[in-house]
């Protein structure tokens, strides 16, 4: 599920809000970066967009966390999480599948997304994973996704990097991925969080279904494969 709380997005902070520009990632996922300047203090922030590696299963796993609205789980139980699911190639929450984002040099936020048409073999790995170490049966839920689509899973970009504009260049990017890939765009919204309904209207997301998940019942939203 991609549940982006947008609370935060429009609080100001300490950190230079310099305009990002929107940039493509190469197909090949070679890195990607964008300098951005701030008009008001001559600031210059690197902005790079890269593929996810197995060093990055620990940041993967508070990403997820913190996009399920769970950032207060135990370090304990997130290190577990990191150490026994992400760092694996075959599940949902992976490096292969996560995109992050750097400011600076430094990790800001990712987005996992991923070909519907493997999410049936990640999920059975996923889930039997997850019952088994952090002890979660979640096997009554509806599948996310299906063959035809392309879902966005997981977003989170962390408090300090909110307001950048960050968040909607991580979707716009894998928007443009699935829709390259002739694939239905999907992702999952929480019926009360209007901040992220307005974001996913404005980059053209409609009404699919209702979908039942993680014990709630969301929205299924939709941008269409191009014909």
Known sequence: ILYLSLRAWHATDSLCRAPARTVQLLNNHSPITVATHCPHCEHKTMITFRQATHSDA???????????????????????????????????????????????????????AYDGSRYSDMRRVTMALVKEHMGIDLSDMEDESEAGEYYLDSLAVLPEYRGRGLGRMLLKHQIDEGLRRGLNVT?????????????????????????????????????????
């Open 58 to 112: 620990l940041f993967i796993a508070q990403g997820f966390h913190t996009a399920m609205l769970m950032s207060d789980t135990p370090e304990s139980r997130i290190r577990l999480f990191a150490e026994k699911i992400c760092m694996r190639d075959d599940v949902l929450y992976s490096a292969p599948n996560t995109t992050i984002v750097e400011v600076d040099g430094k990790p800001a936020g990712m987005i996992t």
């Open 187 to 227: 992702l999952a919204v929480d019926p009360v969080n209007t901040n992220a309904q307005r974001l996913y209207r404005d980059l053209g997301f409609v009404d699919m279904r209702d979908i039942y998940i993680f014990g709630h019942t969301y929205w299924k939203w939709v941008i269409p494969a191009m014909k």
